[in-house]
């Protein structure tokens, strides 16, 4: 009499592969970056939506705790018209911490108003802090 089914091999194959995919999975949400490849990537993902005036998708880029203080609309009423944004790179990342990493972006403005025909070419240092187990933006009230 045999013991085993047909199947046997075929549940162990099945299992075998979804414990691969669940290893593999886990390595995706970061896909093994160090914390620099991951604020970089999230800092320009969200200078990316600033320049396209995307201000409710930018928000889902700010700390769980700023979200909880700080509507998304109230978020996206803070930008207004005076000025317009041409371009954002980012130049560096630096992390003094395995929970806080400073971004540094070039951004290139056009500010809308007499007086101001040429870009202005200006260097920013944001804050990003690891909470919930990814990076968030950290703005400062």
Avoid at 115 to 134: L, M, Q
Wanted: glycine share 8%; net charge positive.
């Amino acid at each position: 009499m045999n013991r085993f089914s047909p199947l046997m091999p075929r549940r162990g194959l099945l299992t075998a592969v979804l414990l691969v995919s669940a290893l593999l999975g886990g390595c995706a949400t970061t896909g093994g970056a160090s914390p620099d490849q991951v604020v970089g990537k999230r800092a320009q993902e969200r200078w990316d939506l600033l320049l396209k005036s995307d201000y409710g998708n930018a928000y889902a880029y700010l700390s769980p705790a700023q979200r909880a203080v700080t509507s998304r609309q109230s978020y996206i009423n803070r930008f207004g018209e005076g000025a317009q944004w041409l371009s954002a790179k980012l130049q560096s990342v630096s992390c003094e911490s395995n929970e806080r990493c400073n971004a540094v972006l070039q951004i290139q403005t056009q500010v809308i108003a007499r007086g101001f025909s040429a870009p202005i070419t200006t260097k920013i240092t944001e804050i990003w802090v690891k909470d919930e187990g990814n990076w968030w933006f950290h703005q400062n009230p």
